[in-house]
């Protein structure tokens, strides 16, 4: 933590780079630091490839993250947040190879440790208690666009507090948050119970293409692009509806199949207990958690089930 506080304090221009499809911990861990930094004054640019879920609007200061475009611009420190490996930032990545100075911030325990600076807790719930540590020992006084971004970092990646990661840490942590001005309420209706018709009856389309396995053990869906034009659904309206397959009593293992075209196929796991779905995502090149990860498929969607399948059948052979 010394070298990423002295590189801060050291740096006059500053690049912060979350994750392509970013989520509630990439998105809530960046902007805390933006904020924080422009309380020390810090020149500070905020990029990411893809667009911003229209669900975190919320956030003060999400309209500042931008795409990299044709960005030339060179910069005293670039750090990338919640990125486990460089083609994590995707076209981002050009913007921290220009760095005087890069930094990886982040909790996966996949990290490939590839900046110069290398600030990676596994044991963190997620990247936004380690922004949260970071912040305490910065010169400022934080305020309540910076607890309540960091909130909904943690919140997100604990699944409101109900995965495995989550610690009396966390807790503690959150406790400091809402002393600093977060609002648990308004986050908690804006974040998690705040759906769009679009997604209600994505839902409805997902949940009708459930089929069980392995003795109720496993309860995969899909999504094709021809369900998401009937109910005029984007991608970002299937985010959350992977855990209605993973709350049906007696499921270890839930997977969520999503068309992007013909022959890719976006997939995200969630397991309760037992299965390191990490694990399972790194056989399709992908990775994350233990308890949530994910990955492509480049086949037809048929032909991808029946190969996550296959994988599948070695924890379930038995």
């Given at each position: 933590?010394n070298?990423?506080?002295?590189?801060i304090a050291?740096?006059?221009?500053?690049?912060?780079?979350?994750?392509?499809?970013?989520?509630?911990?990439?998105?809530?861990?960046?902007?805390?630091?933006?904020h924080?930094?422009d309380?020390?004054?810090?020149?500070?640019?905020v990029?990411c490839q893809d667009?911003?879920?229209?669900?975190?609007?919320f956030?003060?200061?999400?309209n500042r993250?931008?795409?990299p475009d044709?960005?030339?611009?060179?910069?005293?420190?670039?750090?990338?947040?919640d990125?486990?490996?460089p083609?994590?930032?995707?076209?981002?990545?050009?913007i921290m190879?220009r760095a005087i100075?890069?930094a990886n911030?982040?909790?996966?325990v996949?990290?490939t440790?590839y900046?110069n600076?290398?600030v990676?807790?596994?044991e963190a719930s997620?990247?936004?208690?380690?922004i949260?540590?970071?912040v305490?020992?910065?010169?400022?006084e934080?305020?309540?666009?910076?607890?309540?971004?960091l909130?909904?970092a943690?919140?997100?990646?604990?699944?409101r507090?109900?995965f495995?990661?989550?610690t009396?840490?966390?807790?503690?942590?959150?406790?400091?948050?809402i002393?600093?001005?977060?609002?648990?309420?308004k986050?908690?209706?804006?974040?998690?119970n705040?759906?769009s018709?679009?997604?209600?009856?994505l839902?409805g389309?997902?949940?009708?293409?459930?089929?069980i396995y392995?003795?109720?053990?496993?309860?995969i869906?899909h999504i094709?692009?021809?369900?998401m034009?009937?109910v005029?659904a984007?991608?970002?309206?299937?985010n959350g509806i992977i855990?209605?397959?993973?709350d049906i009593?007696g499921?270890?293992?839930a997977?969520?199949?999503?068309?992007?075209n013909?022959?890719?196929i976006?997939?995200?796991?969630?397991?309760?207990?037992?299965?390191?779905v990490?694990?399972l995502?790194?056989?399709f090149?992908g990775?994350?958690?233990k308890?949530?990860?994910?990955c492509t498929i480049?086949?037809p969607?048929i032909?991808?089930?029946e190969?996550l399948m296959?994988?599948?059948?070695s924890?379930?052979?038995?």
């Amino acid at each position: 933590m010394n070298d990423i506080l002295q590189s801060i304090a050291q740096s006059s221009s500053i690049a912060l780079i979350t994750h392509i499809n970013p989520d509630g911990d990439a998105i809530g861990s960046t902007i805390a630091l933006m904020h924080a930094l422009d309380k020390m004054e810090k020149s500070v640019d905020v990029y990411c490839q893809d667009n911003i879920p229209s669900m975190f609007d919320f956030l003060d200061g999400v309209n500042r993250i931008t795409k990299p475009d044709q960005s030339t611009k060179n910069y005293d420190l670039v750090i990338a947040l919640d990125c486990s490996d460089p083609d994590r930032m995707g076209t981002c990545a050009p913007i921290m190879d220009r760095a005087i100075t890069s930094a990886n911030i982040d909790h996966h325990v996949s990290n490939t440790f590839y900046a110069n600076i290398n600030v990676v807790d596994e044991e963190a719930s997620a990247t936004g208690e380690i922004i949260y540590k970071l912040v305490t020992q910065l010169e400022i006084e934080p305020n309540k666009s910076i607890a309540e971004a960091l909130y909904t970092a943690i919140v997100s990646d604990t699944g409101r507090f109900s995965f495995s990661n989550t610690t009396s840490k966390t807790h503690r942590i959150v406790a400091h948050l809402i002393e600093w001005g977060a609002d648990v309420v308004k986050l908690s209706n804006l974040l998690f119970n705040n759906h769009s018709l679009e997604w209600v009856r994505l839902l409805g389309q997902a949940i009708n293409s459930l089929a069980i396995y392995y003795d109720g053990k496993v309860a995969i869906m899909h999504i094709t692009q021809a369900m998401m034009d009937r109910v005029g659904a984007t991608e970002e309206h299937s985010n959350g509806i992977i855990q209605y397959a993973k709350d049906i009593t007696g499921v270890e293992l839930a997977a969520l199949l999503r068309e992007v075209n013909d022959s890719t196929i976006k997939v995200s796991l969630r397991s309760q207990s037992i299965i390191d779905v990490s694990l399972l995502a790194q056989e399709f090149g992908g990775g994350g958690h233990k308890r949530a990860a994910g990955c492509t498929i480049n086949l037809p969607l048929i032909q991808a089930q029946e190969s996550l399948m296959k994988a599948i059948n070695s924890y379930f052979k038995e």
